[in-house]
């Protein structure tokens, strides 16, 4: 008796439920186990590798982190999909824009609260800085989108590298595997192959972030639950507030 291939389908709303989730677990690895409770950035590295090595329960949360961290990485190519999903389907790309920009800035302070334990940190900025710099870069491809003259080919190379140093101008979270990702998924959208085998190679930048290939290639694409769609946005600034909150003042 044969038996029947499972297959998981996937809209929109849960690729983004997938990777809230599973970025959740990178936050919580930093905010709660990384800053809560081992205070890493009390210790210089030299000085954090000698505790590890005189405390084996502080190795053993060390060791936590770093798996949430593994699971975390799971959203970067996710995040990635969906934002040239959005830019694909959206009505009005200014307001899509304006939209991902406002939540950038709401979400900075709870950002460096859950991260870094201050209210306010330049070192680096949240991943939708990155996600919204990435919409001008599709902006800018979208231009000269289908057209396969060398000086167009080089035109969008040039656009590609130019978010690459904004990104790094910006220091915004996972900025260069995200502009690539982003890049490939729109310029190799009709190859899906294609582009979830680079995806793939571009997200091994993060160990585990690969694996997330397969959602991808199960994505069915329908939007899903419009409803989810729009609660999406409000998890990122509200879980970093509560973890950082959580981190500063309850550990």
Not at 6 to 27: D, E, H, P, R, V
Not at 100 to 121: Q, T
Request: glycine share 6%; aromatic share 16%.
């Amino acid at each position: 008796m044969m038996r029947k291939k499972i297959s998981i389908k996937m809209t929109a709303a849960n690729l983004k439920l997938y990777g809230y989730f599973t970025m959740m677990f990178y936050t919580i690895g930093t905010a709660i186990i990384q800053n809560g409770l081992l205070h890493i950035n009390a210790y210089t590295d030299v000085q954090f590798a000698a505790l590890l090595k005189e405390n084996a329960d502080k190795m053993v949360l060390s060791g936590w982190a770093v798996a949430f961290s593994f699971i975390g990485v799971l959203a970067v190519p996710v995040f990635a999909f969906t934002l040239v999903e959005g830019f694909l389907h959206t009505s009005d790309l200014k307001k899509y824009l304006l939209r991902m920009s406002a939540f950038a800035l709401l979400s900075e302070i709870p950002y460096d609260m859950a991260m870094h334990r201050k209210f306010f940190d330049f070192s680096d900025q949240n991943v939708l800085f990155t996600l919204a710099v990435c919409l001008v870069m599709l902006y800018g491809l979208r231009i000269y989108q289908g057209k396969s003259e060398l000086r167009c080919r080089i035109v969008k190379l040039v656009i590609v590298m130019a978010t690459l140093l904004w990104c790094n101008i910006l220091h915004s979270a996972f900025g260069m595997c995200m502009v690539l990702l982003v890049a490939v998924y729109y310029l190799f959208y009709d190859k899906k192959g294609i582009r979830i085998l680079i995806g793939c190679g571009i997200s091994s930048l993060y160990v585990t972030a690969p694996f997330s290939g397969y959602a991808l290639w199960n994505y069915n694409g329908e939007l899903g639950c419009e409803q989810k769609n729009r609660i999406f946005y409000w998890i990122y600034p509200i879980h970093l507030l509560l973890f950082g909150i959580i981190s500063m003042y309850i550990m």
